[in-house]
């Protein structure tokens, strides 16, 4: 499996409370965390899933390589938030 910089792979264990499967990114920058969560359920395939958890943090990374602060472009890439 390829390593991805920020993005984490979790695999819930059947029979147990946690079932989340999906891909998990987390960005820190001067003790401030931005942590999302892609299901592969929500976006249907561990495949897609990935590649929406890359699209978010390469859009992210790019605002904040351009000067942007770290707290407004996480408050713009919250779950249920609208990119500005």
Excluded at 14 to 43: A, P, Q, S
Excluded at 49 to 66: F, I, K, P, V
């Amino acid at each position: 499996m390829e390593m991805h910089r920020y993005i984490t792979r979790y695999n819930g264990q059947k029979g147990t409370r946690n079932t989340f499967c999906g891909w998990r990114l987390c960005i820190t920058r001067r003790k401030e965390t931005f942590v999302r969560y892609f299901t592969d359920r929500e976006h249907e395939s561990s495949e897609a899933s990935l590649a929406a958890a890359l699209e978010t943090r390469d859009a992210m990374l790019d605002e904040l390589a351009n000067g942007e602060n770290f707290v407004s472009v996480c408050a713009r890439y919250r779950k249920g938030k609208k990119k500005a």
